[in-house]
């Protein structure tokens, strides 16, 4: 059974930094696509970042040269730190493996919120 579980979220002044972390089981990081999304209400699921199973890593361009994707294959956890929060970050950030044997899975969602 594939579960990620996303910690990490929070609240944190505008300017500031949070990382999340995404623990998974069940799949394997060092052979799977991963990806963080994240959900502000009213608004769609959008992609923040993702990594390749070979570390190549994507961006959202709201969010280039302020987050930065990683993984511990080792550990089986994916990371993601943000720096230079701004007021249009806060959401539910989830974590995803888009394909694992031809399903897709999600983590729970952690929550961050930026005060201005």
């Known amino acids: 059974q594939v579960r990620l579980v996303e910690s990490g979220g929070g609240l944190v002044q505008a300017g500031g930094s949070l990382r999340l972390s995404c623990a998974v089981s069940g799949a394997l990081l060092r052979i799977n696509t991963m990806g963080w999304y994240r959900q502000a209400p009213g608004k769609r699921r959008e992609l923040v970042a993702n990594?390749?199973?070979?570390?190549?890593?994507n961006y959202a361009d709201s969010v280039k040269g302020r987050f930065t994707i990683s993984k511990d294959n080792v550990k089986n956890v994916a990371y993601l730190q943000m720096n230079s929060l701004k007021p249009e970050d806060p959401a539910v950030y989830y974590c995803n493996i888009p394909n694992w044997r031809g399903a897709t899975y999600w983590g729970q969602g952690t929550q961050v919120t930026v005060s201005s």
């Open positions: 990594i390749t199973s070979g570390s190549n890593t």
